[in-house]
C-alpha cells in the first residue's frame, strides 16, 4: 500500500470517476491510474469502485466505508509535510485563502498587505469564489482558510471563528427621493426598485429577513455577486443599491450618495473556516489575528480542539 494508490482513489472521486481526468490531475497515465487502483483493491481484498467494464461508476460498499480513511490518511501526510516545513523553514511557504469578491475586494487588502510585510517569504494564493465552493476547496485541503459570511456554519468537518461584524448601507444618486429622506423605513424603499446580492452572498439572507419580517414585499429588479456590478447600475439610475458597508468609500463613489441602512437589516458576522485535523504553519495564525486580533493561535487551536 503506498499512497499514490490512495492519492489515485481520491482522485476518482473528485474527479466523478473520470480515469482521464484524473491521469491528467495526478501527472500520470490512465492505464496507471487503473493499475493504481487495482493494486490497492487486491490488498485490501474487496473492490473499491462499481465497474461496468472498464468504467466506474461508482463506489462499492466497501469502498464507501474506507474512503474517509483513505482523505484521513492523505490529510495526515500532508500534516506531516507541512510540520516538516514549519520546523526548517518557519518563513517560506504557501497560504492559500479562499474568500468571496467583497472580502478579497474590500475588507483584506490592509489585511495582505501587514501579513506581506511580515511574511515577505510566503507566496499567498487568494481564490475568489462563491460561499459554498469555499466549502468545497476547505475540504479537500485544496485551501487553508475560508473567510465569508454565508456558508462556512454547521459544516461538520470545518471549524469557524467570527471575525468581525458589519451592516449593509442604501446607495442611491445625488437626485434620488430617497437622497433627503429623514428617517429610512422598509416602506421607503419597497416604493423604489432595488439592486442587491445574489441570494447566498454578502448578507442578503439578512436583507430578506428584514422585508419578511415587515411583511414588505420588495421590488428586487437585478442582483450581482459583488458591489462593483450594483453600484454601476445605481449610478445609471437603476435602482437603489443595498450593499455591504464596506464596500463604499466616498472618495472613489463621489457620484453616489451613501445611506445608513443599519437599522433596516440586522448585523452581519464574517467568519474564518478552517478544517478539522489540518495542520497550520505558523504564518497562517498570524494571518488570521491580522485579520481579527481576537483569533490568537491559542484561541484557534482551542478551536480545533489541538492541544
Known sequence: MNFQQLRSVRETVRRQFNLTDVAQALYTSQPGVSRQIRELEEELGFEIFVRAGKRLLGLTEPGQAVLPIIERLLQEQDNLKRAGEEFTGQTQGRLTVATTHTQARYALP????????AFPGVTLALQQV????????????EADIGIATEGLENIPELVTFPAYSWHHVLLVTPDHPLA??????????????LITYD????????????????????????????????KTYVEVGLGVGIVASMAYDPK???????????????????????RRGRYLRAYAYQFMQTLSPALTREVVMQGLAIT
Open 130 to 141: 462563491a460561499p459554498s465552493h469555499i466549502v468545497e476547496l476547505l475540504q479537500t485541503g
Open 252 to 274: 472613489k463613489d463621489h457620484g453616489l450618495v451613501c445611506l445608513d441602512a443599519g437599522h433596516l437589516f440586522a448585523d452581519n458576522i464574517t467568519r474564518v473556516a478552517i
Open 180 to 193: 433627503t429622506v429623514k428617517k429610512l423605513t422598509l416602506a421607503h424603499l419597497a416604493t423604489h426598485p
Open 199 to 230: 441570494a447566498g452572498f454578502t448578507g442578503r439572507k439578512k436583507v430578506d429577513d428584514a422585508f419578511q419580517q415587515a411583511q414588505v414585499v420588495p421590488e428586487i429588479v437585478l442582483t450581482a455577486m459583488d458591489a462593483d456590478v450594483i
Open 110 to 117: 490592509q489585511v495582505i498587505k501587514t501579513f506581506r510585510d
